[in-house]
């Protein structure tokens, strides 16, 4: 364990042993820990899935890697050291919560397992289609357009619902979703298959689409689902989560991400990260 972390310890213990009873009361309401940050000061601790891309791997090939060191970078840290965990139940809690580690790069705003920075970038689930397929001008997953196809989806994600609404799962190609990631990605086989012409469309989560999608000769189109009018939500905004008593490491990430975001936006285009504005509209550069 970290010296600095052992002696920050030992303050909150030191601390809540020599409080007199009438100011326990207020340590139950605020926490004593709210009063500690326990974020490394030299070493950018990162928690992150160790066979996850395009968003994290061991070898550090993944944006969410990319976007670490620019992290440490912008905020003069030494380095990056990693606490690789799989990303399912019990990562946070095994992670971050532990101590081990003092952000994750990427959670969707609005889980409560962390406290959210502001988001660093909006994406939404997309329709990827050949690029010379009839299919390209498709929007919308109610579209007439769509019947009968073969389309690839990972089974339990929004898409899936969104093709059982409009009457498409009998045609449909299911994909698993929990796999073992060192051996599989339902994602990466949907979008060779989709290359190969097993299948006419397939819907996938956008980060995930734009990075296999690109890596396919030639590139497949991606289009994020921003039209739908019902049905399950398809965009999603995407921060980095820190812990709840993490208040002052909170702020100075959203000062990151403010001054950075044209930077942060270049390192996930580069990566094929379909983005959106406020307004639901792509950006381009």
């Known amino acids: 364990m970290p010296a600095w972390v052992d002696r920050a310890r030992h303050a909150v213990?030191?601390?809540?042993?020599?409080m007199a009873a009438p100011?326990?009361?207020?340590?139950?309401?605020?926490?004593?820990?709210?009063?500690?940050?326990l974020v490394d000061p030299d070493t950018l601790r990162v928690c992150a899935d160790p066979r996850n891309l395009p968003f994290s791997n061991e070898a550090e090939e993944g944006f969410e890697n990319a976007l670490a060191e620019l992290v440490a970078d912008r905020l003069e840290r030494s380095s990056v050291d990693y606490t690789f965990f799989p990303q399912g139940v019990g990562f946070v809690r095994n992670t971050l919560q532990a101590y081990r580690c003092d952000i994750i790069m990427g959670y969707a705003q609005g889980d409560e397992l962390v406290q959210n920075t502001n988001p660093y970038y909006s994406s939404a689930y997309a329709l990827i289609v050949p690029p010379d397929s009839e299919l390209g001008g498709i929007e919308r997953m109610d579209d007439p357009r769509l019947q009968g196809k073969r389309i690839g989806v990972v089974a339990g994600t929004p898409p899936a619902s969104s093709l059982a609404?409009?009457?498409?799962?009998?045609?449909?190609?299911?994909?698993?979703?929990?796999?073992?990631?060192?051996?599989?990605?339902?994602?990466?086989?949907?979008?060779?298959?989709?290359?190969?012409?097993?299948?006419?469309?397939?819907?996938a989560w956008g980060p995930m689409a734009g990075y296999y999608a690109q890596q396919q000769t030639p590139p497949l189109k991606v289009i994020p689902l921003t039209s739908e009018v019902d049905?399950?939500?398809?965009?999603?905004?995407?921060?980095?989560?820190?812990?709840?008593?993490?208040?002052?490491?909170?702020?100075?990430?959203?000062?990151?991400?403010?001054?950075?975001?044209?930077d942060i936006n270049a390192l996930l285009l580069e990566y094929g990260v379909p983005l959106l504005d406020e307004l639901g509209q792509p950006i381009t550069q």
Do not use: C
Not at 237 to 261: A, C, F, H, Y
């Open 23 to 37: 100011h326990a009361a207020v340590g139950q309401e605020t926490g004593v820990g709210d009063a500690f940050e």
């Open 13 to 18: 213990l030191a601390i809540s042993i020599g």
């Open 231 to 262: 049905g399950p939500r398809m965009t999603y905004r995407i921060t980095m989560g820190v812990r709840p008593s993490d208040q002052e490491w909170k702020r100075e990430l959203n000062d990151l991400i403010r001054e950075n975001q044209d």
């Open 165 to 203: 609404k409009n009457g498409l799962m009998g045609s449909a190609r299911p994909y698993h979703l929990m796999v073992d990631t060192r051996v599989s990605s339902p994602v990466h086989d949907m979008m060779t298959d989709l290359a190969e012409g097993e299948i006419d469309a397939a819907a």
